[in-house]
C-alpha cells in the first residue's frame, strides 16, 4: 500500500476534468503531488518547533522579538492549512502516520539551539527555516506557472509571506531594514488568510 | 526507450539543460569539463529540482539542503546536515536519508544528444 492508498475511496471517480488539463498543460501531477505533500509537511513542522522557540525568546531581548517569531510561527499553520485542500484535490493524501508525514518533510527540523539564551542562534535557525520554505515554494509555483492557475495562486501567496519573514529575521540579525510593520494581529497572514479569513472559505 | 534530447553543441560545456521525457521524465544533461552526463532531475533526497543546484568540482550541489552527489557515479558524498554546525542542530536519521542520483545513459550519435529510458 503506497502512502496516499489509505485514503482511496472504493469508487474511484474517472474522469476528473481538473486534474486531466494540468497533464496536457504538462504538469507532472505526481511530482506536483509529492512536492506538496513535503511542503506542507515543512509547514506542520515549523509551526510546531516554532513554538518551542517562541516560548525561549525570554528576557529583554526575547521579548523584542517573541511577537514577530508568533507572526511567523501562526502564518506557518496558515500555510499548511491554505494548501493541504489543494493536495487533496489533486489527488493526493496526507502520510498517514505523523511520524512518516515529518520524516518526509522539505525543510529541516528547527530544533532549538544548543546556546538558546545567546537571542541570535534562535534569530539564524529561523531564518534558515525561512529560506528553506522559499526555495520549497519557489520550486511549485516554477512547476505550475502558466500551467496550474489554482496551485499556483495559492503557493505565490505563501511565498509572499516567506519573503517577508525572510526579510524579518534578516532585519533582526543584520539591520538591513525590511520594511517590515506589526501585523494587524498575531499571525494575520495578509496573503493567505488566517482564521475566519481562509482564501478558501 | 531511446530519446533525441538536441544537438550536442546546443549544450555548452560546464552547463546543463532539463528535457523532460515522455511528460513525465525531467531529465537533467550536460556536460562538465567535456564530460557529458545525465540523470533524473529530482533530488534523491527530498525530490527539490537539481537544476537548481551548482557544481562543486563533479558534484552537482543540490540548493535545497546542499546535499552533493557526484554526477558521474550517482554517489552521494557530502551531506552539510550531518555536521553540527553553528546553530543548525544536527537533524535525525530518517529525515537526513538519501538514495544516490538515478543515473541515465546518454551518448552522442552523429551529433546529437540521446539518452536511453528504462
Ligand atoms: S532535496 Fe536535495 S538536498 Fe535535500
Ligand atoms: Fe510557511
Ligand atoms: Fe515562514
Known sequence: MTDADYAKTSKPHPNIVAIE?????????????ELITKGVGAEFT??????????????????????????????DRN??????????ELGGALPRDIRKFAD?????????????????????VLLEAEQCAIRSWGEVCDMTAGKDPRTYDIAQRIMQEEVEHEAWFIELLSKRPS???????????????????LIHL | MIHRLCNAQDI??????????NNSVDVMVGFRNGKLFAFDNSCP??????????????RIVCHRHFYEFNIFS??????????????????????????????????IKEGSIYVEIP
Open chain 2, 74 to 107: 550517482g554517489k552521494l558524498e557530502n551531506m552539510p546536515s550531518w555536521k553540527k554546525e553553528d546553530t543548525w542542530v544536527e537533524q535525525n536519521p530518517a529525515w537526513r536519508s538519501s538514495g544516490d542520483l538515478k543515473l541515465y545513459h546518454a551518448f
Open chain 1, 104 to 124: 518526509q518533510a522539505g525543510c529541516p527540523d528547527a530544533f532549538l539551539p544548543d546556546n538558546w539564551e545567546d537571542i541570535n542562534s534562535i534569530l539564524k
Open chain 2, 12 to 21: 555548452a560545456d560546464n552547463s546543463w539543460n532539463v528535457f523532460t521525457v
Open chain 1, 21 to 33: 488539463v494540468l497533464k496536457k498543460n504538462g504538469v507532472n501531477v505526481e511530482k506536483l503531488k
Open chain 2, 45 to 58: 533526497h527530498k525530490g527539490a529540482p537539481l537544476s537548481k543546484g551548482e557544481f562543486n568540482g563533479d
Open chain 1, 179 to 197: 520594511g517590515h510593520f506589526r501585523r494587524k494581529f498575531a499571525g494575520q497572514s495578509p496573503h493567505t488568510g488566517s482564521q475566519g479569513g
Open chain 1, 46 to 75: 515549523t509551526y510546531y518547533y516554532y513554538t518551542i522557540l517562541r516560548m525561549h525568546c525570554t528576557g529583554l531581548e526575547g521579548e523584542g522579538i517573541k511577537e514577530i517569531v508568533e507572526d511567523a510561527r501562526i502564518e
Open chain 1, 79 to 88: 500555510h499548511f492549512e491554505a494548501m493541504t485542500p489543494r493536495l487533496y
